[in-house]
């Protein structure tokens, strides 16, 4: 039998579009690449590359109409069982195949899942779908797989904690208690886990027919750095222990080099680069692939501002008349890159002095905010407290990190310092003015100078406004400007100021990508001239080469509006990268507060080492860490 268990070629996928001149847009453009039995290969692209749209293929997943696979092949070799080709098949023997031997993991878990049902009778469902066993039988393997996934604590582990627990020697009422424990679990639904439970229970039923082959589309993609971290590490051992293969799919280099073998680099729905993973991160070939890698920020580096994918690459009109991608025309110094600057120690500590000679602009003393559990008759029983005591300042010009994993308060602070969320306790100033005893006009008055950019820019943006009619609703609703002629121009000017075309205010939400949709609400964000800007999340949902655009223009809107920022996030290397001070938080509380470099290099506690170290590097010493420590496992195995 063939080590091959999955062979594309040629593949191609066009969907039907009326607004286009042919009829038609190709997603993907005549993609070709071999998976070897037991291996990864990282598919990897900015989104509407065509990666998403290659998986749905190989699982026949297309929707028809609009999409249709208009050429090519998918040879797919089974682990028992004949060759076929999956584009050949009758939808009902395609069936025998997905979710069979092939299974697939969706980027959205909590859209996968039916919110109204449990997630055991879910994962039974799956189960009992594809084999042929009692309800009896397809439960105590639901256990064994939440176990597998580490929902769930091994048999005699969890046996051995009840034990303790319960201070009894009595087996009966000890297994008793395991089983209630277990039951309580498959019991529980969607709505009750967390993002990477979640995940997990996708895993687990994903793997509930032991495929052998798994496609994983964006599967961290939503997660914090610890949870993406411990993911990685389930599907890898997963992987090993199976002898599986898989197609893992993200915008993130890091995260390939976290758990590939092989990549393929896609660029407009073609497939630009392909290699070993070590290959691709030491000598890339392609500027795009240059480009990819050169925008994610760098641990040990601090950069003024972030290379992006346009520094290695531009289109040109070829021969044909079709666009070609070639590397930037190079410079008298033999590059045609812009010189990237670092910042050194010495800047930063005359920075940090400057900032502390201007004073601070927030100061939060002692601040407590609580949301209330209701218990018998709609009593509040206790609070549960999202920010716990919390103390600290926030200078002029500065831009202050707050970083930490969801549920630790980030969010509800920031909420609280622009009093969105009123505070049970503790104070906050704006410019020598205590704001929680603000109220109405007065509170309204202060809201001019300060601002929030959210993380999803679609919620935040009115689906049925205009782009222009979003960003001059603010200036309408404080009377800046009253005048429409005068409105259009400032209008116009913020729209060129982040980058977009002054001419497309007329556009709505929809007609734009992600990262032209952040800088629409940056561009609002900016309208009542502020001096105070939360960035909440703001580039966390963006692909890694737009978001080294959207850091860089805030990095120069800071410089030029004299802004002041509390940059919100879970990932540390975004963090350092933009903050000139860092604020960890855990659980309500601060962990630790101190500038960006040393907070970085030399943490003081273990909750801020895990952070770092759970962020993907992306360097060759990590890949080749990783490629021994798996032959150490296939050896032990």
């Not at 997943?61 to 999956?86: A, E, H, M, W, Y």
């Not at 999202?386 to 600290?392: G, P, T």
């Amino acid at each position: 039998m063939s080590d091959t268990i999955l062979d594309v070629q040629g593949l191609t996928v066009e969907f039907a579009m009326a607004e286009q001149d042919d009829g038609s847009v190709r997603a993907v453009d005549n993609v070709s690449f071999r998976l070897e039995r037991g291996q990864t290969i990282g598919i990897v692209g900015e989104s509407g590359s065509g990666k998403s749209v290659t998986s749905l293929a190989v699982m026949g997943l297309v929707p028809s109409p609009p999409g249709k696979v208009t050429n090519g092949r998918v040879i797919f070799q089974p682990s028992n069982g004949p060759v076929v080709d999956l584009q050949q098949v009758s939808k009902r023997q395609m069936r025998r195949y997905r979710g069979g031997q092939i299974a697939m993991i969706f980027q959205e878990p909590m859209s996968s899942l039916n919110p109204v049902y449990s997630c055991g009778f879910q994962l039974i469902e799956a189960i009992r779908q594809h084999q042929r066993m009692s309800k009896r039988a397809a439960r105590a393997q639901a256990i064994a797989q939440l176990i597998e996934v580490r929902l769930l604590p091994p048999e005699m582990e969890m046996f051995e904690q009840v034990r303790l627990e319960l201070n009894s020697d009595n087996s009966a009422v000890v297994s008793r208690e395991v089983k209630r424990r277990q039951r309580a679990m498959l019991d529980r639904f969607p709505h009750q886990l967390s993002g990477g439970q979640i995940q997990r229970l996708m895993i687990a039923m994903a793997l509930s027919s032991n495929p052998s082959l798994l496609i994983a589309d964006e599967p961290t993609t939503a997660l914090d750095v610890t949870v993406q971290s411990t993911i990685l590490d389930l599907m890898r051992e997963l992987r090993d222990r199976r002898g599986m293969s898989m197609i893992f799919i993200t915008h993130d280099l890091g995260i390939i080099a976290e758990i590939a073998d092989q990549v393929a680099v896609m660029y407009q729905g073609k497939i630009v680069e392909t290699g070993a993973v070590l290959d691709i991160f030491k000598a890339p070939q392609h500027p795009y692939t240059q480009g990819l890698l050169a925008c994610r920020p760098q641990p040990n580096q601090r950069l003024r501002q972030l290379p992006t994918v346009s520094d290695y690459m531009e289109e040109v009109v070829g021969p044909a008349g079709d666009r070609v991608i070639q590397a930037k025309p190079q410079d008298e110094h033999g590059t045609g890159l812009p010189p990237v600057r670092e910042i050194s120690p010495r800047e930063m500590q005359i920075r940090l002095n400057e900032l502390e000679e201007k004073g601070p602009l927030i100061t939060v003393e002692n601040l407590k905010v609580g949301y209330p559990v209701q218990g018998v008759f709609g009593r509040v029983e206790r609070y549960v407290m999202a920010v716990n005591d919390v103390s600290f300042r926030v200078y002029q010009g500065e831009t202050f990190g707050l970083v930490g994993e969801s549920g630790c308060g980030k969010t509800t602070l920031g909420r609280a310092l622009l009093q969105l969320v009123k505070p049970m306790a503790g104070k906050v100033w704006f410019e020598g003015r205590e704001l929680t005893h603000l109220r109405g006009g007065q509170m309204r008055k202060r809201r001019r100078e300060m601002q929030v950019i959210f993380q999803d820019p679609y919620s935040s943006l009115n689906p049925r406004m205009s782009i222009g009619s979003a960003i001059a609703e603010p200036l309408k609703i404080h009377g800046v400007i009253r005048r429409q002629k005068n409105l259009r121009e400032r209008v116009e000017y913020l729209l060129e100021r982040v980058g977009l075309d002054p001419h497309c205010l007329n556009r709505f939400p929809h007609e734009f990508s992600g990262g032209q949709r952040q800088r629409v609400c940056i561009a609002r964000a900016l309208a009542l001239s502020p001096k105070f800007i939360v960035c909440d999340e703001s580039v966390s949902a963006l692909d890694v080469s737009v978001q080294a655009q959207v850091l860089n223009l805030l990095k120069e809107l800071q410089e030029e509006f004299k802004l002041t920022y509390i940059f919100i996030s879970h990932d540390l290397g975004v963090v350092k990268f933009m903050s000139d001070r860092i604020m960890v938080m855990n659980e309500g509380r601060i962990e630790e507060i101190g500038p960006a470099e040393e907070i970085y290099q030399r943490p003081r506690r273990d909750y801020t080492r895990q952070l770092i170290s759970a962020i993907p590097e992306g360097t060759l010493e990590r890949i080749q860490d990783l490629q021994s420590e798996r032959e150490k496992q296939r050896a032990l195995l």
